[in-house]
């Protein structure tokens, strides 16, 4: 698993729910580039992805992001919140530049 220390590396910065799903989507692409997954029969794709695109449909830039993470089987027996039954996807450490402001 990739440690995060909410107090001290999410960037202050990051003041909405969608400013911290693009900043989790692009650390997780940045340290799991070339992550494969399996998710289904002959079927595998990038764990993680984000990027940004320019979409001329509406003149605008926008921040793409997928992620594909397993989850423990636990979650059908056990009572919890459903993020807490993700899995790690590695243990690579969260960049520095990450955590700056």
Known sequence: MTALNIATQIPSQITTLEQLHAWT????FA???DLTVI???GYTERAAQAGNF???ADSKTRIICRLSLAVSPDYLSASGKPWTFVQPLSNTPLPA?????
Not at 25 to 28: G, I, K, M, R, V
């Open 97 to 101: 530049t990450f955590s700056a402001n």
């Open 25 to 28: 989507s692009l650390a997780l």
């Open 54 to 56: 320019w979409v001329a």
């Open 39 to 41: 998710e289904g029969v």
């Open 31 to 33: 340290i799991n580039p």
